[in-house]
């Protein structure tokens, strides 16, 4: 499954080249993966607690093609590229205009909520991520 997530560049997320400073492609990545599991997993608002399911952080990879600039909208594609037992990769292909501009891949680690420590990703979490 695929989730397309589009970004507007805004003015304060630009640095002094008039390009959007490099912290904040892996902000857009955190609201893109944030906004397809909340939108798949629990679409009632519940939170992710409510399928006994969070997850953290572990590695994050980008690799930048082009700037993307104030007033563009970038779209973010977004899939689960690897399966472990308690981690999983994402994978973000990101277009803007057509083109090119960053991909990532970020690892994330499959946490028991309120407690941090990681645990066997849930079924139902395989299932609705496809």
């Not at 390009?19 to 944030?34: E, G, I, M, Q, R």
């Not at 690799?63 to 981690?87: D, I, K, M, Y």
């Not at 803007?96 to 139902?124: L, M």
Request: with cysteine.
């Amino acid at each position: 499954m695929t989730y397309i997530h589009d970004i507007r560049v805004r003015y304060g997320e630009c640095d002094m080249q008039r390009v959007v400073f490099n912290a904040n492609y892996l902000a857009y990545c955190d609201d893109a993966v944030d906004s397809w599991f909340r939108a798949v997993l629990t679409p009632g608002g519940e939170g992710f607690e409510s399928i006994g399911f969070d997850f953290m952080l572990k590695t994050a990879t980008l690799t930048w093609h082009a700037p993307l600039v104030f007033g563009e909208t970038a779209a973010l594609a977004c899939s689960v590229q690897r399966w472990g037992n308690a981690s999983f990769d994402v994978g973000i292909a990101a277009t803007a205009g057509g083109a090119a501009r960053f991909d990532a891949t970020i690892t994330y680690v499959s946490v028991t909520p309120g407690a941090n420590t990681p645990t066997r990703i849930p079924e139902v979490v395989r299932e609705r991520l496809g």
